[in-house]
């Protein structure tokens, strides 16, 4: 899985940084959000719970997705701005996977 920066922009009104990322999987199946979550943290050095995945849709025909990241610098609680329910289900996903193994 590549990661490719699309369009990355500071947005001082909601004091976060947008970013665009486009994820090529050539000969793999569509990765799941919690891989791309997981893949655009340590790639841009980010701080996990400061970090949104806002989106992850795959470009119909071919081997390639986009994913929408939203990243707080300043620890604003952004669950009065963006829904909790997505982020809240990779948290759970991370917990179970690692209880399990």
């Given at each position: 899985m590549k990661l490719?920066?699309?369009k990355e922009v500071e947005n001082p009104y909601l004091d976060r940084r947008e970013i665009e990322?486009?994820?090529?999987?050539?000969?793999e199946a569509t990765p799941k959000r919690?891989?791309?979550?997981?893949?655009v943290v340590e790639r841009f050095s980010l701080d996990m719970d400061k970090t949104i995945?806002?989106?992850?849709?795959?470009?119909r025909g071919t081997?390639?997705?986009v994913a929408l990241i939203y990243y707080y610098p300043n620890?604003?609680?952004?669950s009065t701005i963006e829904p909790v329910k997505r982020n809240k289900v990779i948290q759970v996903g991370e917990e179970k996977s690692e209880e399990e193994g």
């Open positions: 490719e920066i699309l990322v486009k994820i090529l999987h050539e000969g919690v891989e791309v979550f997981k893949s995945l806002i989106s992850l849709k795959t470009i081997n390639t997705s620890g604003i609680d952004w």
